[in-house]
C-alpha cells in the first residue's frame, strides 16, 4: 500500500535526465474527466518544467479508461519516446470496476513488453472519489506528474545504450 502522506508532486529535478529532446504521447481518458484533467495537466506541467517544448507533447483522448489500450497502441506508432495512459476508474456497486482495471492494467503491460516504445500506467483506480481527487492534485499531489517524471526517466532508458 503507498504511504498515506506522500506528496507524488515532489522529486528531486537534479535526478531527471535532460528531456528537451524527446516528444511525449499523452493519452487521456474522457470518463471522470475532472481528475483525468487534473492528472494530464501534471503530467504536462512536469514536461515542461523539466525541458520538454510543447510541440513535442501530443494528446489523444480516448472515451473511457479501457479505451486508453488502443490509444496507446497507435500513440506509440507516432514517433513518440514514451507515452502516459491517463485514466480514472472509481470503485462502483458492480464487478464492472475490477474488469476494467484488470483488463486496462494487463492491456498496457502487454504492450510494454510488445512494443519498443514505453507506456507509463498513470491510472487511478480508487475507491471513491475523494482519493482520486486527492491524488490528480490534491493533498497526495499529483499523480500526473509521477507519471511525467517516470516517463521522462523511460525515455531516457531507451534512448541509452543499456538497452
Known amino acids: 500500500m503507498a504511504t498515506e ?46 525541458g520538454v517544448l510543447a510541440s513535442n507533447i501530443i494528446r489523444w483522448d480516448v472515451p473511457g479508461s479501457f479505451e486508453l489500450i488502443y490509444g496507446c497502441k497507435k500513440m506509440q506508432e507516432q514517433n513518440v519516446n514514451a507515452v502516459i495512459a491517463i485514466g480514472s476508474v472509481i470503485q462502483g456497486e458492480t464487478k464492472h470496476f475490477d474488469f ?50 517516470a516517463a521522462i526517466k523511460m525515455a531516457e532508458l531507451r534512448n541509452s545504450s543499456r538497452i
Not at 528531456?19 to 514536461?47: C, H, M, P, Q
Not at 483506480?125 to 499523480?143: C, F, L, P, V, Y
Open 100 to 149: 476494467v482495471c484488470e483488463g486496462v492494467t494487463q492491456g498496457i503491460k502487454d504492450l510494454n513488453i510488445l512494443n519498443e516504445t514505453p507506456i507509463i500506467f498513470c491510472v487511478l483506480t480508487d475507491n471513491n472519489m475523494q482519493q482520486a481527487i486527492e491524488r490528480s492534485g490534491g493533498k497526495h499531489g499529483n499523480k500526473g506528474t509521477e507519471a511525467a517524471i
Open 5 to 50: 502522506n506522500k506528496n507524488l508532486s515532489e522529486y528531486d529535478k537534479a535526478t531527471i535526465p535532460d528531456a528537451k529532446n524527446f516528444r511525449f504521447g499523452i493519452v487521456v481518458s474522457e470518463w471522470n474527466d475532472t481528475i483525468t484533467g487534473g492528472l494530464f495537466k501534471g503530467a504536462y506541467n512536469a514536461l515542461i518544467e523539466n
